[in-house]
């Protein structure tokens, strides 16, 4: 099927538009119908709600069906909200086991027990529901193929041929990797694709497969299951439950998902906002009081700690009446000590992220930030000694200016070492650490640095 | 081949360590043989960069070229720099040609020309050589298996296992989509190898194949390749050139290995930090010196950026002096808007990166952020207020630092809607626009904002 660039969907989402406003639904659906499956989402996606609803009620099994697997998953459950239950289960049956669980996961409980009482094929669908969306048994489909040891490559070849004449009119789900199981249903080898069709006929699999395969628990989580298929390069994980049966296969095409959604994620939370439920929501699809929920908390809990800086400041009242110079250079520091605690906190998670560093490598860790911290502290203090000079104040200031801004660039970075290792040590994930909060750490520990200061190297105070 | 946790690793970098000091070298080879490709740069990457270079000296060519393959490429150029050109000229005949042509481009020109006149396969390699690591010719392999429309299936699957058995002793080379050519080498098609398998003998691949294939042109920026990869869920994608011919694919190890390393560029440059080259390189592996680099330029530029803010308070310099209780609000208040900054800058990013958000949308995604920043303005406003009036400053005062709260909040989603936008228009990576940047930008004229208001509300001023 052709693909088409973002202008061509612009377009092509225009014509549709059209179509739906002069009411003709069946010719909206074949435009749609000839589009590539991940482009009918977009376009689907770039509706207006009531258009949307108003396509898909128009739309066959099907291609609904193929629609709500590429669909984003809160649009998803948005819009199957509004469909007959009876027709929903429908195209449930229709879709790919993995994201009919996906779609029954985002749904009110008492509908999803309507509707897997109405589906036919809700078995496939029950057993990967215990399962939640981050982990390995939510990844994972259960249409799979397993193989007997004592199979050869020809009865192999022979029974894909079957498959897939059965499924004729669909595309056929035969994955890159089989897997090899006993009796109990134990995996015990895999076997490449590549490897079983350019293997002699009458190979035995016994002979052909892998015994050693790397395969995940079904509780693994999904950064995990990532981290372990780029690692080995695999194009699929075959998931175990805890007597290691087979159970689903995660593939090449979900973990692509997974990297996106968790780099997305990772985005907002060092930002400063909360990832839930806006990293699985395209930007115009987000509401506005989910956006107001996912910045206000944090913006709360940082304007009430970043309140200790008045705390501060109050303290040292006398201090700012006396040298009113002082006061001016109050927002380039603590500034200043919130751009290194950034650029350090963002290597650290990045090191943390990618395993790296992890909490017990600290000291070292510490050791080779507050050395570049050195460095860069001797730099700026420097730079920060002439603007104080060339803003004529006194020659005391400008040596507290100098000193303090190399005091806080090695307390911001001390501070933006130790906190996303210390997190992580405690179970939270580091890229919850973000720039605004260690700025807002920063900023009053930073004052209370500049007044100490001030008072040891001015006379006057 | 098992795979190791983390722990496993650490415990067998200690055991090769241990061998290497005691001068067994073949022992500690032999060690390191038994382990996956993988895991095997994962140890040698921890080893001191002395032991490192002793132990792949030791290294048979075969097992050396793996570990090239597998190495991030800042290390493995530092340690290739430390070998014999015969011998390195041999590690590339056996390498992958898209690694081969990775690593020689990141070593010297005259090592290059030296190398390259000294290997067997430096055809495979050289047309490679002319596309920059982050397109998708600095991805590809162009060792593919392309077909003949007129082929039959037997006859490929004949072929394929004639070309396993020409190399028995290593990996298969094929891939998972078989592309099919014309005469020109123009593609004119694609056959799943899952299709292959599972079709009846005799079908002609004409008739097998899908001949709308998505194919990337060899000049096609990586972050795009994966684009479209990911869109589509292709394991594989075909690289062509002007003329549209074949030249090489694109497989989704490949595109694992780039979503991390966007991810993990993005990281670092939302935290105020250059990525080049640091993103290419472990933690440890990342020397002082380079770190101070991708530090302090965009640490001097916000000093620099940042003075404004001193300049500010200079010029209000007798509204402090009269009301000095205003002082006490100004690290809260830019604060404040730092974060707002911060959190907008962070959505407005990922939209961007996601491409749900185009430069020409300005004015639709400013208007969303704007009523969202008035909902958070009106809300932190408050309780902005109720602190001033808790710290009992005089009445006007606190209105000025409320409204200003308030005027901050909406100006800094406003800042940080358009740069980010403006940025991507220019063809600038807006990723490059840092939390950091939004927050100095931010800090000076939200003081201008501050004063302007103070003077308007407080009566004395």
């Keep these: 099927m052709p693909t088409h660039t973002a202008e061509a969907l612009d377009r092509i989402t ?27 989402a977009e376009v689907v996606t770039r509706l207006p709600a009531q258009e949307r609803e108003d396509l898909v009620a128009h739309l066959d099994v099907e291609t609904a069906a193929e629609l709500f697997e590429e669909l984003d998953e809160e649009v998803a459950a948005d819009l199957a909200d509004d469909i007959h239950p009876e027709r929903l289960a429908d195209i449930l049956d229709e879709m790919e086991p993995d994201d009919a669980a996906d779609l029954l996961g985002d749904l009110p409980p008492d509908l999803v027990e309507m509707l897997l009482a109405e589906m036919e094929d809700s078995a496939e669908v029950v057993p990967l529901l215990q399962y939640p969306d981050e982990t390995a048994g939510g990844l994972m489909t259960t249409a799979f193929v397993a193989l ?42 895999v076997v490449d694709l590549r490897e079983l069709v350019s293997a002699p006929p009458g190979t035995r699999i016994a002979d052909l497969m892998d015994p050693q395969v790397i395969a995940v628990d079904a ?26 049966r087979l159970i689903g296969v995660v593939t090449y095409d979900d973990i692509m998902h997974v990297l996106e959604e968790e780099a997305s994620e990772d985005i907002l939370h060092l930002g400063g906002v909360e990832s839930e439920p806006l990293a699985e929501k395209p930007y115009w699809e987000q ?6 929920r996912s910045r206000f908390p944090w913006l709360l809990l940082l304007f009430v700690a970043g309140s200790y800086t008045g705390s501060v400041l109050r303290m040292f009242d006398a201090e700012l009446r006396q040298v009113i110079s002082l006061s001016i250079f109050i927002p380039l520091i603590i500034g200043t000590g919130g751009n290194v605690g950034s650029q350090t906190v963002a290597t650290v998670i990045r090191a943390l992220v990618l395993k790296e560093v992890r909490p017990r490598d600290a000291l070292r860790a510490w050791w080779r930030e507050v050395r570049v911290a050195l460095l860069l502290g001797v730099a700026i203090g420097a730079i920060g000694f002439l603007r104080a000079e060339l803003w004529g104040v006194d020659a005391h200031v400008a040596w507290a200016v100098s000193l303090t801004i190399f005091a806080v660039i090695l307390w911001a970075s001390t501070v933006a070492t130790f906190v996303p290792l210390a997190a992580s040590a405690l179970g939270i994930d580091p890229t919850h650490i973000s720039g605004p909060l260690m700025s807002t750490l920063i900023d009053g520990t930073g004052l209370l640095i500049y007044f100490l200061i001030a008072r040891a190297v001015i006379p006057e105070l």
Excluded: S
């Design 148 to 189: 007997q040891e004592d199979a050869t490559v020809d009865d192999v070849i022979a029974f894909l041929r079957i498959l897939r004449q059965q499924d004729e009119d669909e595309d056929v789900d035969i994955p890159f990797y089989l897997f090899v199981i006993d009796d109990q249903q134990h995996l015990v080898g």
């Design 14 to 40: 225009r014509e549709v538009r059209d179509l739906i406003r002069q009411g003709h639904y069946t010719a909206a659906a074949d435009r749609l119908r000839e589009l590539h499956p991940a482009d009918r």
């Design 287 to 292: 509401k506005l009081v989910e956006v107001f």
């Design 219 to 244: 509780w693994t989580d999904q950064e995990e299951v990532a981290r372990i298929m780029k690692k080995y390069d695999l194009a699929a994980v075959p998931v175990t439950d805890e007597e290691k």
